[in-house]
T-cell receptor, first 115, second 114 residues
Framework: DAGVIQSPRHEVTEMGQEVTLRCKPI?????LFWYRQTMMQGLELLVY????????DSGMPKDRFSAKMPNASFSTLKIQPSEPRDSAVYFC?????????????FGPGTRLTVL | AQSVTQLGSHVSVSEGALVLLRCNYS??????LFWYVQYPNQGLQLLLK??????LVKGINGFEAEFKKSETSFHLTKPSAHMSDAAEYFC????????????FGRGTSLIVHP
């Protein structure tokens, strides 16, 4: 049974370029989360979806970040234009339903480096 | 509101020694509590969780944690550390009946010396 799939695993880009991160959640999971992990801030929740709809994006810088979930099996996180401070590991996670005792299943992450 | 504090960003132990990683939580309602482990270059994976059954919860790889309401703690222990336990450990809290979005602690890096 495949877990959460993320691509690419590594991305190196130059400041000002557009970056698109991709995620495929576990089949049947209604919730999808995007996190950013840095040494300074730890694990930050950027945005999450329920049944493809954005539920909360208050953690996401709206001027340059956008997140979409066009179907139940695919989500993207786009950064345009990218900046060096966006360098981080970005995780996608999914969860079965809204029960708060449910664990989150994390993907392997995308390590983004913006030069 | 819910929050988690993990005491000590780094914990260093010798192989075979007791592992103790501390987690204190704050929650306005009875919580669900989780420990996740992150191995290098991997995502987080669930180690164990407390959902109000037994207060002593056993997880994978010999880890266990005890929920202590009076101390608002959920410390993670393992009797004997193994080199393969070296990883980052995250405590998380989720409020029952409230937002089902967990709040994660800052993480504790476990270093195991031979």
């Amino acid at each position: 049974d495949a877990g959460v799939i993320q691509s690419p695993r590594h991305e190196v880009t130059e400041m000002g370029q557009e970056v698109t991160l991709r995620c495929k959640p576990i089949s049947g999971h209604d919730y999808l989360f995007w996190y950013r992990q840095t040494m300074m801030q730890g694990l930050e929740l950027l945005v999450y979806f329920n049944n493809k709809a954005v539920m909360d994006d208050s953690g996401m810088p709206k001027d340059r970040f956008s997140a979409k979930m066009p179907n139940a099996s695919f989500s993207t996180l786009k950064i345009q234009p990218s900046e060096p401070r966006d360098s981080a590991v970005y995780f996608c996670a999914s969860s079965p339903d809204r029960s708060s005792y449910n664990e989150q299943f994390f993907g392997p992450g995308t390590r983004l480096t913006v030069l | 509101a819910q929050s988690v504090t993990q005491l000590g960003s780094h914990v260093s132990v010798s192989e075979g020694a007791l592992v103790l990683l501390r987690c204190n939580y704050s929650s306005s309602v009875p919580p669900y509590l989780f420990w996740y482990v992150q191995y290098p270059n991997q995502g987080l994976q669930l180690l164990l969780k407390y959902t109000s059954a037994a207060t002593l919860v056993k997880g994978i790889n010999g880890f266990e944690a005890e929920f202590k309401k009076s101390e608002t703690s959920f410390h993670l222990t393992k009797p004997s550390a193994h080199m393969s336990d070296a990883a980052e450990y995250f405590c998380a809290v989720s409020e029952r009946g409230g937002s089902y979005i967990p709040t994660f602690g800052r993480g504790t890096s476990l270093i195991v010396h031979p």
